[in-house]
Nanobody
Framework: QVQLVESGGGSVQAGGSLRLSCAVS????????MAWFRQAPGKEREGVAG????????HYADSVKGRFTISRDNAKNTLFLQMNSLKPEDTAMYYC???????????????WGQGTQVTVSS
């Protein structure tokens, strides 16, 4: 069973940057990608970005394309999300997750951490 621990969240002004990290230990059979998703109060969960286990393929939600970058350091078992040009609408709890690559994105999340809060003020 995998354990995921997110960190790096915080409060920033619009236009600022944050880098989220997710420390990964263990492995869940049947997963072949990792993703970041977010959820704001009263809103549905939104997949933000995903990356295959080998790092060869990535996908991004239209709302973050060109601003966010997902990456992974397999040697350090860490997943990252670099977030630039942050907007108030990016405010949410951010989670990293394991999943299955379906079509052109990481979906069917199997495990996720406790999340890290990102708050962007205008």
């Amino acid at each position: 069973q995998v354990q995921l621990v997110e960190s790096g969240g915080g409060s920033v002004q619009a236009g600022g940057s944050l880098r989220l990290s997710c420390a990964v230990s263990g492995y869940t059979v049947g997963t072949n990608c990792m993703a970041w998703f977010r959820q704001a109060p009263g809103k549905e969960r939104e997949g933000v970005a995903g990356i295959t286990t080998g790092g060869g393929r990535t996908h991004y939600a239209d709302s973050v394309k060109g601003r966010f970058t997902i990456s992974r350091d397999n040697a350090k078992n860490t997943l990252f999300l670099q977030m630039n040009s942050l907007k108030p609408e990016d405010t949410a709890m951010y989670y990293c997750a394991t999943g299955r690559w379906v079509g052109s994105e990481c979906r069917n999340y199997r495990d996720w951490g406790q999340g890290t809060q990102v708050t962007v003020s205008s």
